[in-house]
C-alpha cells in the first residue's frame, strides 16, 4: 500500500507541515520505502519531483521542505510497491497533458487485469497498474471529450463512472487534478480536513511538530488537506465514503459523487 | 535568445561542471535571467527541475549543482524571454510522452507563424513558439508513425525533415531526446565535444573552475556536450554546421544528417 496527500487552497499555500508528516512515513514512522513524488501547480504550470529513495532520507525532500513553494493544488504520493519494481519511471505522481493542461495523478491500491484495458494515445513508461490505470482513464477522457465540455459537471460524473469502473478490479483510491480541480476517489480509504478563520493549532501524528495557522495565515484563507490518514491528532478529519469522488476547488469540497 | 545545453554519455555521468558554467550566464556571466530548466534521463524515467527565476539566483540550481544526479542523456535550457512571458509554464525544456517514452525538448531562436501550424494530440501548455514547435513536431512523428520504426533512421530522417520545415520559419537550434538517442538540430548555433580518455583538465569560460577529467572518470567513459558556444576556454569544440541534425547515443556521434 501507499499514502496519498493532497491539497486544494484559495490562495498559494505551502505544505511544508503535511508533507513533514507523510516523509516520516516513508521509511520511519511508516514502512513506505520505495519512493516517493510530489507535483506543485503554478498557474498552467506544474513542478514535480521524483525520488525513488525513501522520502525520510532523501535530500531532494529536504529541499521541497525547506523551499516552501507554493502551490493552490498539490499531489503527493510515498509508496511501498506491490507492483512495478523499485525506479524512477515507477514513481507516482504520473503526468500527462490533455486539452493543454497539466493532468497529474497518484493511486493507492492494486487493480487486477488493468494492463488487459485497451489505450487510446496515452501510454505507460514504466510498469504499474497505477500508470496503466491512468493512461486508460485520459484515454477514455479524451474519446468522450475530444474539447474539455463547458460544465464541468459533465466531466466530474464521466470520472466517477470511469472509477467505478477501475474500483470493479481492486482497490483505487487515488488523487487527480486537471489543473482547475482537485479529484478525489475513495475505494477504501481516503479522509480530509478543511482549515480556516478561526485558525488553530495543529500537531504532526508521525512527527514531533507543532503549528500555529493562525500565524501563517490570513482570515481569508481556505485550505483542505486530503490523505490516506489523519496526519493531525488533534483535528477533526473527515472519513470518506468507499466509492465517493469528492471535487475541490480552491479549497473548498464543490462537489460529490457517490455510488 | 536563450543557451542550450546537452550531453550524451555511455554511463550514468553528472553535468556538474557544465552545468556549472551554464548556470552563470543565467543573470551573471550572461543575460538569461527568465528561467531554466533541466531534464535528466534516469532509466525510462526522466527527472526534470524548472525554475523561471534566473539560474544564477536559483535555489533549485544549487540543489541541482550539489546533488550531481547522474544521467546518460540531459538536456538544460536558459531562457532569454522573447515570446510568451516568464513564469512556469513556458520554462524549458518542454516534455511529452510519444510510445510510451519521455520525449524532451530545448529550443533556442524565433520561429514565424509556427502557432498556425495544425497539431494533432499534443497541444501546448504555455504560450511559447517553442513548445507549439514541440507539439507540432510530435504530433507529426506520431502520424507518421504510430509505432515506433524497426529502422531508428527512418525516425531520425523524418526529425530532419521537420527540423528543415521549422528551419524555414525563422532560427531553429534544437536539443530533442526520445530516451534513447539526443538529437541536435543547428539551424545557426550549436557546438559540441567529445571527451574521453586520455582526459584532461578542462577550465569554464564563464566562472573561476577548473576540473581534471582523469581524476573523475574511468579509461572507458566516452562523454559528449553539446552547447549553444564553447563552455571551457582550453577544449577544442566542434562547432555545427547550419541546417545539420546529429545523432548521439553513449557519448557517440552515430548519425548526421546535413541540409
Same mark, same amino acid.
Given at each position: 500500500m501507499c499514502e496519498l496527500l493532497g491539497m486544494s487552497a484559495n490562495v498559494p499555500t505551502d505544505i511544508c507541515f503535511s508533507f513533514t508528516g507523510l516523509m516520516? +512515513?516513508?521509511?520511519? &514512522?511508516? $514502512?513506505? !520505502?520505495d519512493g516517493w513524488g510530489i507535483a506543485f501547480y503554478e498557474g498552467r504550470g506544474c513542478r514535480t519531483f521524483h525520488d525513488p529513495t525513501p522520502s525520510a532520507e532523501s535530500e531532494i525532500a529536504r529541499l521541497v521542505q525547506r523551499y516552501a513553494i507554493k502551490s493552490r493544488i498539490v499531489i503527493s504520493h510515498i509508496r511501498r510497491a506491490n !507492483?512495478? !519494481?523499485?525506479c524512477l519511471e515507477n514513481t507516482h505522481p504520473f503526468s500527462r497533458e490533455l486539452w493543454g493542461r497539466h493532468w497529474v495523478f497518484a493511486h493507492n491500491g492494486q487493480l487486477r487485469g488493468v494492463k488487459r484495458l485497451p489505450l487510446g494515445g496515452y501510454r505507460p513508461i514504466g510498469s504499474t497498474d497505477s500508470e496503466h490505470a491512468f493512461c486508460w482513464l485520459l484515454s477514455r477522457i479524451r474519446a468522450c471529450f475530444p474539447e474539455p465540455p463547458r460544465q464541468p459537471a459533465r466531466l466530474w460524473r464521466h470520472v466517477h463512472k470511469l472509477s467505478q469502473e477501475l474500483s470493479e478490479r481492486g482497490v483505487c483510491n487515488f488523487l487527480l487534478s486537471d489543473a482547475r480541480h482537485l479529484y478525489a476517489h475513495c475505494s477504501t480509504q481516503l479522509c480530509w480536513l478543511t482549515r480556516r478563520a478561526p485558525f488553530g493549532q495543529a500537531r504532526l501524528t508521525d512527527a514531533d511538530m507543532t503549528v500555529d495557522f493562525q500565524q501563517e495565515t490570513t482570515p481569508h484563507d481556505v485550505v483542505t488537506v486530503v490523505a &490516506? +490518514? $489523519?496526519? &493531525?491528532?488533534n483535528e477533526a478529519w473527515t472519513v470518506m465514503r468507499p466509492g465517493a469522488l469528492t471535487l475541490f476547488s480552491a479549497g473548498e469540497a464543490v462537489a460529490m459523487f457517490s455510488r
Amino acid at each position: 500500500m501507499c499514502e496519498l496527500l493532497g491539497m486544494s487552497a484559495n490562495v498559494p499555500t505551502d505544505i511544508c507541515f503535511s508533507f513533514t508528516g507523510l516523509m516520516q +512515513r516513508g521509511g520511519n &514512522t511508516g $514502512p513506505h !520505502r520505495d519512493g516517493w513524488g510530489i507535483a506543485f501547480y503554478e498557474g498552467r504550470g506544474c513542478r514535480t519531483f521524483h525520488d525513488p529513495t525513501p522520502s525520510a532520507e532523501s535530500e531532494i525532500a529536504r529541499l521541497v521542505q525547506r523551499y516552501a513553494i507554493k502551490s493552490r493544488i498539490v499531489i503527493s504520493h510515498i509508496r511501498r510497491a506491490n !507492483r512495478g !519494481r523499485v525506479c524512477l519511471e515507477n514513481t507516482h505522481p504520473f503526468s500527462r497533458e490533455l486539452w493543454g493542461r497539466h493532468w497529474v495523478f497518484a493511486h493507492n491500491g492494486q487493480l487486477r487485469g488493468v494492463k488487459r484495458l485497451p489505450l487510446g494515445g496515452y501510454r505507460p513508461i514504466g510498469s504499474t497498474d497505477s500508470e496503466h490505470a491512468f493512461c486508460w482513464l485520459l484515454s477514455r477522457i479524451r474519446a468522450c471529450f475530444p474539447e474539455p465540455p463547458r460544465q464541468p459537471a459533465r466531466l466530474w460524473r464521466h470520472v466517477h463512472k470511469l472509477s467505478q469502473e477501475l474500483s470493479e478490479r481492486g482497490v483505487c483510491n487515488f488523487l487527480l487534478s486537471d489543473a482547475r480541480h482537485l479529484y478525489a476517489h475513495c475505494s477504501t480509504q481516503l479522509c480530509w480536513l478543511t482549515r480556516r478563520a478561526p485558525f488553530g493549532q495543529a500537531r504532526l501524528t508521525d512527527a514531533d511538530m507543532t503549528v500555529d495557522f493562525q500565524q501563517e495565515t490570513t482570515p481569508h484563507d481556505v485550505v483542505t488537506v486530503v490523505a &490516506t +490518514r $489523519p496526519l &493531525t491528532d488533534n483535528e477533526a478529519w473527515t472519513v470518506m465514503r468507499p466509492g465517493a469522488l469528492t471535487l475541490f476547488s480552491a479549497g473548498e469540497a464543490v462537489a460529490m459523487f457517490s455510488r
